[in-house]
């Protein structure tokens, strides 16, 4: 099993550019999360999806656009990208227990962004 | 939402000493608490996990205990050899989203 995969591993844009950060995972997880990490702040949530077909913002998502058409696809959208969105992206994915609890996020290796 | 805050930014023992970093959230509703290491370079990985049902957590050198009613928790690494050197992040969840610290960079001096 690949686990978690991200498309593109680096990417540079200029500003007013956008781009497509692709997240693909094959243990049929239900969640789905994308982060972005800067240096000194952690991992701060954009948007994440419980399931195919759904959303929700996270902590920091202006600016981005996300969509699940597929369960095991999550695809994190910069429409006019802008140097503060210069960072490290991941992509994270979890499996939901019976009881709705949380589980172990795997992460995927990683997008790094760079905005001129 | 949920804020978890953590401590310290920085730590540095000798080798073989114990290392203690500390979380606190403010969502009542938080029930799971991760604790992730993420190696220069590489992707955050799971190293032990907490629910709220639970006090505390032991797996080898890595323990994590959790007070609920103050609403904190913390990661206890006893016995730290280099290879612990990493930067180590909390992170608290309801059965929503997930919310990480700002992270500790540890460092185990041989």
């Known amino acids: 099993n690949a686990g978690v995969t991200q498309t593109p591993k680096f990417r540079v844009l200029k500003t007013g550019q956008s781009m497509t950060l692709l997240c693909a995972q094959d243990?049929?997880?239900?969640?789905m999360y994308w982060y972005r990490q800067d240096p000194g702040m952690g991992l701060r949530l954009i948007h994440y999806?419980?399931?195919?077909?759904?959303?929700a913002k996270g902590e920091v998502p202006d600016g981005y656009n996300v969509s699940r058409l597929k369960k095991q696809n999550f695809l994190l959208g910069l429409e006019s990208a802008a140097p503060s969105q210069t960072s490290v992206y991941f992509c994270a994915s979890s499996f939901r227990s019976a009881r709705g609890e949380k589980n172990e996020q795997f992460f995927g290796p990683g997008t790094r962004l760079t905005v001129l | 939402g949920e804020n978890v805050e953590q401590h310290p930014s920085t730590l540095s023992v000798q080798e073989g000493d114990s290392a203690v970093i500390k979380c606190t959230y403010s969502?009542?509703?938080?029930?799971?608490f991760p604790w992730y290491k993420q190696e220069l370079g590489k992707r955050p990985q799971l190293i032990i996990d907490i629910r709220s049902n639970v006090g505390e957590k032991k797996d080898q050198r890595i323990a994590v205990t959790l007070n609920k009613t103050a609403k904190h928790f913390s990661l206890h690494i006893t016995e730290t050899q280099p290879e612990d050197s990493a930067v180590y992040f909390c992170a608290a969840s309801n059965n929503n989203d997930m919310r990480f610290g700002a992270g500790t960079r540890l460092t185990v001096k041989p």
């Open positions: 999806s419980v399931g195919e077909g759904t959303t």
């Open positions: 243990m049929n997880h239900e969640y």
């Open positions: 969502d009542s509703a938080s029930n799971y």
